[in-house]
């Protein structure tokens, strides 16, 4: 297989995260999938979006759960850019999805989008919530998924079999041989994130492991040449 470069939150580096900017920047860049991230509002809308509060990423402050869509679509998520629904994404470009679930109460919501519109061959859902990938596996008939983690050991491995997923997403900073050569006798594919750095590529390389997530398109050029 090619080693994957995914653009995370689009390409967050150059661009405002999780706005249909960043994706199609990323999607122009020719990166082999795009990560975004989801939550619920309000009134139930699928919205694209980081962090639990709006205060980081927009001109607006507090929790997403307390925001009807209507009152998110009013913020500037940066450059004049709103925040998108799940379905706009789809909508904008065409690449490989790595659907994130901030939020476990998205998963059924996600679910039902990907179900109507039979997306289980292009989005790939990801968590950090072991029990929302668990959750969504039979909702979702013939999906992938992926558990990430950030502070993690060798049980990261048993933890993704159980969830019953395919991929983990794991912080380079915290990778070992052990652990990769744990996922591969468990036939886990394994991604790196954040890779944004020659010498962090050259890391997830030397690793052997199967793509990396990045802030920054270029990688997607210079990840081909780097052993």
């Known amino acids: 297989m090619n080693f994957l470069t995914i653009g995370h939150r689009g390409v967050m580096g150059v661009e405002p995260e999780n706005t249909l900017r960043s994706f199609v920047a990323a999607q122009e860049a020719g990166l082999d999938a795009i990560e975004l991230d989801l939550h619920l509002s309000k009134d139930g809308a699928l919205v694209v979006m980081h962090d639990t509060d709006v ?57 039902e989008v990907m179900n109507r519109r039979d997306l289980a061959g292009r989005v790939e859902v990801s968590s950090f919530h072991d029990e929302a990938i668990a959750e969504i596996k039979p909702l979702v008939p013939g999906v992938r998924t992926a558990l990430i983690a950030s502070r993690y050991g060798t049980d990261i491995v048993d933890r993704a079999v159980a969830a019953g997923a395919e991929t983990v997403c794991l912080n380079i900073r915290r990778l070992t041989l052990e652990i990769v050569e744990r996922a591969r006798k468990a036939d886990l594919r394994i991604i790196g994130w954040v890779v944004n750095t020659q010498d962090q590529l050259r890391l997830v390389r030397a690793f052997g492991l199967d793509g990396a997530t990045t802030d920054h398109p270029d990688i997607k050029r210079t990840g081909r040449f780097t052993a």
């Not at 799940?86 to 679910?111: G, M, Y």
């Open 55 to 111: 205060d980081r990423t927009t001109d607006g402050t507090g929790p997403i759960a307390e925001k009807t869509l209507a009152e998110l679509r009013a913020l500037d998520a940066g450059r004049g850019e709103r925040v998108p629904e799940f379905e706009e994404v789809l909508d904008a470009v065409h690449t490989p999805l790595q659907a994130e679930i901030k939020d476990k109460q998205a998963a059924r919501a996600l679910a």
